[in-house]
């Protein structure tokens, strides 16, 4: 059975953090970290980089960031460059576990450490795994819905569709699996559809209507395996004259969901963020002890997301995420 190092990130913590980066800087020190991320393209990637680079000056480890772009084949590249400069650490997003394994084996055997975030490789070659709990993440976005409902349903059983993603394995699933067994042990809640909606707005507002039609309109809180899962189930309960009357949840992060929070709208309500500050942060901060301590408790390191919801969005300084990106 793995032992996991789980690190207990919550919203204070993101709010600390805040704090810490712009105090000093830590002195240099002779580590450095060569990093790939998956790509550069949406709000939470963005700000995964300014969290590297950030995290970087706190800790004194030289970081140098580059993107993928979901490229196998540059991400490899990427790697080997690395290698060739003497990094003393690589870390990245796999564009292709399968694929690149051969690539991070022959950077290992240079001596150089291997680091994985923002995914999962389970090879001996790997000094460790950054991830993020995502079954304890299910069970933080069940116990959101089951706090929610609570406070503004009176209903016997609420109802719950389900938007998912069969195809995450490693992220999806587990959340959904974890999110259902969660509401499933406090009673009053019943699944009456889960359908695939390809992460994808469009295609989850067609698997929406298509729910709404076959369930008579009797739906009380959609769960989307991600945002744009979510807000494409919502936009078909608009479409059938339905707003309001329906709760959308889901993994998020970025402005428009904050903001959604803030002035309390109709329809979406929150859910969970893994925050990519707490990720950035975590990965350097385990590089820099990898190399002070001579190695790991454990090799994967895993951290808990942050619940936002209408109720807690107030105790988080998003416009603080947002500016940074300018």
Known sequence: MKKFLVAALVVSLVLGLFAAWFDTPAEASDISAGISLYYRRDEWYMDLENAFLIAGETYGVRVDVQDADTDPARQAQQLEDFATKRFSAVAFAPAAPDAL???AQAVADRGVAVFIFD??????????????DFAQCGRDLGN???DWTGSNLEKDVVKVAIIDLPISTQVGVPIINNFKETVAAHGGFEIVAQQDGRADRSVAMSVMENILTA????VDIIIGNNYDACMGGL??????GLTGSVAGFAPFWGEEGFL???NNEPGFKGGISY???ILGDTTVKTIKEYFENGGLPQRDVMMASMVLTTETIGDFDWRAVVEMRR
């Not at 790997?126 to 991830?131: L, M, P």
């Not at 936009?235 to 059938?240: F, L």
């Open 119 to 132: 995914g999962y490789m389970d090879e001996p070659f790997v000094t460790g795994n950054v991830i993020f």
């Open 215 to 218: 369930q008579r309109n009797d």
């Open 235 to 240: 936009t078909a309960v608009d479409g059938k």
């Open 144 to 146: 959101a819905v089951i």
């Open 275 to 277: 925050s990519p500050f």
């Open 101 to 103: 394994a051969p690539v």
């Open 260 to 262: 959604k929070l803030e």
